[in-house]
C-alpha cells in the first residue's frame, strides 16, 4: 500500500526514504512546478516501473540533476547553456546533448544523445543532492492526461504503482519551461 507522507515527515524519514530510492523505488514528489514520478535514474528496473506507470514508453525522460557539476561533467555545455545554467536552480528543464550516455539509465533517453535537466527551486532538489546521483523527474500523469496538481487528482492506475508519495500541498498546474540548448537556444512551449 502506497504510503503518504508530508514535507515534514519526509525530512524526518529522509535517511530511510533515501535508502528505499537507492533501492528502487518509485515515489511522487513535489516540484516548485507540478508534483512528479521519481526515481533513481541510473537505475534501469526503477526507470522501467515509472515507464509502466506513466504508460509512457516513446519519449524521453528528464533529470534532476545533484548539482551543477554533474550537468557539466556530463552533459555539452555552449556559453548560451551555461548562462541558463546560472539560473538554475529555478522552473527550467534544459535540454543538452549528453556526454556520457552511462550517466543514466538507457531506460531514460530511449537511445538519443539528449537528455532534460533540472534542478528545482525545491527542497526535493535535496534528495538528488543527498544520494550524489540524477533523479527521474516526469510529470505524476498517464501519458496524455492531466498533470497531477494534489492528492485528489492523482490517477488510481499510477497510485496503484509507485511506492510512496511526498505531498506539498496543491501546485499550479504549469510545468516547467523547456529550453532546447543542442544548438540556438529555443524555447519549447507545450
Known amino acids: 500500500m502506497m504510503r503518504v507522507y508530508t514535507v515534514e515527515e519526509a525530512r524526518l524519514h529522509e535517511d530511510f526514504l533515501l535508502k528505499t530510492v537507492g533501492e528502487g523505488a518509485i515515489y511522487i514528489h513535489p516540484t516548485d512546478t507540478i508534483y512528479g514520478i521519481g526515481c533513481d535514474a541510473t537505475n534501469s528496473a526503477a526507470v522501467k516501473r515509472v515507464r509502466e506507470a506513466k504508460q509512457q514508453y516513446d519519449q524521453p525522460f528528464s533529470v ?3 548539482n551543477k ?3 557539466r561533467k556530463n552533459c555539452v555545455l555552449s556559453r548560451e547553456a551555461e548562462e541558463w ?3 538554475l536552480p529555478g522552473p527550467y528543464t534544459l535540454i543538452l546533448k549528453l556526454k556520457k550516455k552511462d550517466a543514466v539509465a538507457p531506460e ?3 537511445g538519443k544523445d ?3 535537466v533540472r534542478m528545482p527551486d525545491h527542497w526535493i ?3 538528488a543532492l543527498a544520494l550524489n546521483r540524477p533523479l527521474v523527474t516526469t510529470s505524476a500523469n498517464l501519458h496524455g492526461k492531466a498533470f497531477m496538481t494534489t492528492l485528489e487528482s492523482l490517477d488510481p492506475v499510477i497510485e496503484n504503482k509507485v511506492d510512496f508519495v511526498v505531498y506539498d500541498g496543491p501546485k499550479q498546474a504549469c510545468p516547467s519551461t523547456i529550453i532546447d540548448l543542442t544548438g540556438a537556444a529555443k524555447i519549447i512551449t507545450r
Open 108 to 110: 531514460i533517453i530511449l
Open 85 to 87: 545554467l546560472e539560473k
Open 125 to 127: 532538489q535535496d534528495i
Open 69 to 71: 557539476d554533474w550537468i
Open 64 to 66: 534532476i540533476a545533484p
Open 114 to 116: 539528449t537528455i532534460g
